[in-house]
């Protein structure tokens, strides 16, 4: 009895003050903009379960699940690396699927992945077979990113029981499958019906997204009449490197399109800050914001999809070069260099570079330092620069049609300015903030602050260390799901 009175009053206690911080950040939000983000952030950490019972709880009441086994020691050490306890609805989404399937047929998981390396091993096409074995990891597998995720797992491996899992070596993700299309369950435990896996590459890949199921109209807004973004992203029209498979495999990937792939989600090592990869700036903003000007800025290279012919004018970082001639008062967007990986023998490589006047010379990042506003598009995929902007004292205009493993954590209007895909309403964002600049400021400020306090390294060491005990314990369903 005295527990449970020591847990009720420990509740009713972290009640108070989380509604103690919450009427602070009101009070404050239109007085202080800095001040009321800190709050609110102060706000969410003291939100967080206060115990390990208290998190099991939770947990189980979000998931209809017991925690999965090794949570104890993850619930130990999200509180030493301070991370969030319980914001984790984005991993849950991600393996519902596989958990569903787990109820039909417990072996369904660890099948795939025994036939994943089977042809994986005939074919590697950039994917990854990582084992972890008695705390340790090994890969196996060609990937640009082999030399930074032992580095990323060491950080947490020894938490791990001994498992196998994949990591998709591309930024482009993998799965296109549609798990929320009607029959889809009854689809997958038909499967595997894809002979060649992760080796369908069409060229260019419109045809076949305008085919699969999930893929054939990407709206360009969640609300009101569908309008397709499939025409108006590289990604779709022709994308880079595509190699997809249509059969559901378990697969953990950076980046990904719902509802047209599967893929699970993980932090990229762009969002590392220890990682070569990541958009960290080399010092810290130096210029006051009311002396920043008051236009959006953005340098970048050609990425976008694969040019044949004149399909870029339809690519977004070629758009928004078109925006900043277009409205010079308000953009500041230039395309600084050439990708010539993404020039097919279609491609006009010379008169390209001419009508964008490519030169080849960078700018240094911190030459955003001197704009209120930044801008963040798609290049082959997600944006690996996205964070960085959000720390660099710059108010973020994002455009995108990915989804990343934050995205229940940097939510549009709150922390940052959401643009159509096609930037068909960037001009009128960026009016919107010069007419409302005390508002601008405050959206600025919350980002700034999550991105700093937030998405840490550690932070996204937590992330992807549960990411990893959901993985286990499925590929153990056999052995049951309950514990």
């Known amino acids: 009895m005295g527990a449970v009175l020591s847990l009720s009053a420990t509740t009713v206690i972290l009640t108070l003050v989380f509604q103690l911080l919450l009427h602070r950040v009101r009070s404050l939000d239109s007085a202080d903009p800095a001040v009321a983000a800190r ?52 991993i849950q ?29 005939e074919s590697p096409a950039e994917i990854t077979f990582l084992e972890i074995r008695n705390g340790e990891p090994f890969l196996r597998g060609d990937t640009a990113y082999g030399g930074y995720w032992p580095v990323t797992l060491n950080k947490f491996s020894a938490h791990l029981p001994n498992m196998t899992f994949f990591m998709n070596g591309r930024d482009e993700p993998r799965v296109a499958f549609n798990y929320r299309a009607p029959g889809a369950l009854q689809h997958a435990l038909s499967l595997p019906k894809d002979s060649t896996p992760f080796q369908i590459s069409p060229h260019p890949t419109s045809d076949f997204f305008g085919t699969q199921s999930g893929c054939n109209a990407i709206p360009m807004e969640a609300t009101g009449f569908v309008s397709s973004i499939n025409e108006e992203t590289g990604f779709l029209l022709a994308s880079a490197k595509p190699g997809f498979t249509t059969d559901l495999y378990p697969m953990l990937s950076m980046s990904r399109i719902s509802p047209c792939f599967s893929d699970i989600l993980v932090p990229s090592e762009y969002f590392y800050d220890r990682s070569w990869w990541s958009g960290k700036f080399g010092h810290p903003d130096d210029i006051p914001w009311d002396d920043k000007e008051a236009k959006a800025y953005w340098r970048g290279m050609s990425n976008g999809g694969m040019i044949i012919g004149d399909n870029y004018r339809h690519f977004a970082r070629f758009k928004l070069a078109d925006l900043g001639r277009a409205h010079p008062d308000l953009i500041d967007a230039a395309i600084t260099r050439f990708a010539e990986t993404l020039c097919d023998e279609s491609c006009n490589r010379t008169a390209v570079m001419a009508e964008y006047n490519i030169t080849g010379n960078s700018e240094a990042r911190e030459e955003l330092y001197r704009f209120k506003y930044a801008i963040d598009v798609d290049g082959t995929t997600f944006s690996g620069r996205y964070l960085g902007l959000l720390r660099s004292g710059s108010l973020v205009f994002k455009a995108t049609v990915f989804e990343e493993y934050f995205n229940d954590w940097l939510r549009p209007f709150e922390h940052y300015i959401p643009v159509n895909a096609d930037l068909s309403n960037l001009p009128q964002r960026i009016r919107w903030a010069n007419a409302n600049p005390e508002e601008a400021r405050r959206i600025q400020q919350r980002g700034l602050e999550v991105a700093r306090r937030v998405l840490t390294d550690e932070q996204n060491d937590c992330y992807f260390l549960l990411v990893l005990l959901e993985w286990a314990r499925l590929q153990e369903s056999a052995h049951g799901l309950s514990a």
């Not at 967080?48 to 017991?66: G, P």
């Not at 999200?78 to 991370?83: D, Y």
């Not at 991600?94 to 091993?121: C, H, N, T």
């Open 39 to 90: 709050l609110a952030v102060d706000a969410l950490f003291a939100r967080q379960s206060a115990s390990l019972t208290q998190a099991r709880a939770r947990y189980s009441l979000h998931n209809q699940r017991a925690p999965p086994p090794g949570y104890d020691g993850w619930y130990e050490y999200v509180q030493e690396h301070k991370c969030l306890v319980d914001e984790y609805d984005q």
């Open 93 to 121: 989404r991600d393996f519902k699927p596989f958990y569903q399937l787990a109820e039909a047929d417990p072996e369904y998981f660890r099948r795939m992945i025994k036939r994943g390396d089977r042809v994986l091993g």
